[in-house]
């Protein structure tokens, strides 16, 4: 595991934690919709049962070094799939794990952040670890091949497709389902956090799993 050595603020970051509306549909990569209702607290969906979220991957960090999910065993993990050009829902996010990750104090050493791109085309590591520090060092990037990508995604059964928004070769954008994953030091999931969760609510209920750790 990297950690890098950054000393930001949320007041240093300066970024604004943006209202986005909440996707309730998770899809598993190559194969069917999976449609989830929301909970009644505004974490995330209700997981149907037995349907896994999480699993194996192998994947390139930020500094170029070969990862896995046994990597970073021992810690919780908080997980997101998304780009380094995506407009909004991204910044959001990780704005939101980055303010969760301030409020939970000492206890976030605890946890590992992990972005993992859905664009490996344009996401190298350095654009990965530039933009990780943006939002707070303790945020890892995770890019890697198309197909390594695809296992990663259908893992966690995240939605992503890429749209054509010009002819250039390099004139597209990412659709993708935005929901924050954490799993627990054994690697197993726990919970998931839909854009509807506020700061308060990801880090409290962290800090819950971490009580029972």
Not at 44 to 71: N, Q
Not at 94 to 111: F, S, T
Request: aromatic share 10%.
């Amino acid at each position: 595991m990297t950690d890098k050595p950054k000393p930001h603020t949320a007041a240093q970051r300066g970024l604004a934690i943006l209202a986005g509306g909440a996707l309730l549909m998770l899809v598993g990569v190559g194969g069917s919709l999976l449609w989830l209702k929301p909970a009644q607290e505004s974490l995330g969906p209700t997981l149907p049962v037995g349907v896994a979220i999480g699993g194996p991957f192998i994947l390139t960090d930020e500094t170029g070094k070969r990862v896995t999910e046994a990597d970073y065993r021992g810690r919780h993990m908080l997980v997101f799939f998304g780009f380094t050009y995506c407009p909004d829902v991204c910044p959001t996010e990780l704005a939101k794990v980055a303010a969760a990750l301030d409020l939970l104090g000492p206890d976030a050493a605890r946890v590992v952040p992990l972005f993992v791109s859905v664009d490996p085309a344009r996401d190298t590591p350095d654009a990965l670890a530039q933009y990780t520090d943006l939002f707070h060092p303790a945020i890892i990037g995770l890019t890697g091949t198309e197909a390594e990508i695809a296992a990663a995604a259908r893992a966690y059964r995240v939605y992503y497709n890429k749209v054509k928004t010009g002819q250039a070769a390099d004139a597209y954008t990412m659709d993708h389902s935005a929901f924050v994953y954490l799993l627990g030091p054994d690697g197993a999931f726990r919970q998931f956090y839909s854009p509807q969760a506020t700061p308060e609510q990801i880090a409290g209920s962290i800090r819950a799993y971490l009580a029972r750790s």
